[in-house]
């Protein structure tokens, strides 16, 4: 019966403790109001396999299920060191207390957005010495062990996402192209527009906005998977495009998932890309170096193209000559 009662006391405690880690870290804050909650080490599988994409919208457009190629090969993913991640990406009024002059008719709780990757950088820098603590953007590996909080479904609300969670006050008449009936239930039409974060519910680790609002950069150089397994996983060490993660409004469910990624050139805006920050040092993982260019551009040379005046204007004579 002692033993017994051994056993029964050490499961407790096992459930206990993981519970614990799976439910979400009282958030601390700092010195701009900003809220982040500790993320304990864990594993994951990263990615998403299963049927592709045919990309065929117009035919299927309620469907949000399917991979992207570039989602391919999932993969295990190890995250061995613990860092905190803002609550919500980062606002407008935090920004600005960076950059007096940004957007001074814009209220203060929506999510930043058109800054460029550099701007992002520029910013955690700036948090980062006012602070005394590192402030980054968030790995693409951490970006999705964040975001699924423990799941593995195919959002962090489960395999579907709520009714009515995915606004669309943009491009309303883009939409209509495709929902020529009525429109899924997961999404909100028209209504103001608005980029107010926590307007959704948090996930399992207390972060909001995981899915929609705003996209977000990431650190990592874009480029395609690899099926090893890795560990603090940082991304290519060289490219031309910079990862953004968790879609935006007014588009489509399936860039929503967890596992979707996007690129988006690190000099460049866009009124739907922000960003939010982790507070920790940078992990000890290795990069991959860069993938072989596909096909298309590979020896591939600029230069003047060289004409031969004398053998076009046979071939102009020959062609006159047939008709």
Known sequence: MKSGNIIMTRTLALSLALLTTLQAAEPITNSIGMKLVRIEPGSFTMGQDGPAADYKMTRHPAKFDDADWDEKPAHRVTITQAFHVAVTEVTVGQYRQYDADFRLKTPDDEAVNAVTWEQAVKFCEWLSKKEGKTYRLPT??????????????????????????????????????????????????????????????????????????????????????????????????????????GGHHSSFARFLRSANREAWLPQTRSNRVGFRVVMGELPTGKMVPPAAPPLNVQNVKQGVMKIDAGRRMCRCLLRRSRL
């Not at 996402?161 to 943009?170: A, K, R």
């Not at 519910?201 to 480029?223: K, P, Q, R, T």
Request: with cysteine; charged share 20%; proline share 4%.
């Open 140 to 245: 693409e590996a951490e970006w999705e062990y964040a975001c699924r909080a423990g799941t593995t479904t195919l959002f962090h609300t489960g395999d579907a996402l709520p009714d009515g969670f995915q606004p669309w006050w943009s491009d309303t008449g883009y939409a209509g192209r495709y929902f020529t009936d009525a429109w899924p239930q997961v999404y909100r039409k028209g209504g103001k527009a608005g980029l107010r974060v926590s307007q959704t519910a948090a996930n399992a680790w207390g972060l909001h906005d995981m899915h929609g609002n705003v996209s977000e950069w990431c650190l990592d150089w874009y480029g395609p998977y690899e099926a090893a397994e890795q560990t603090d996983a940082m991304g290519r060490s060289a490219g031309e495009f910079r990862v953004i993660r």
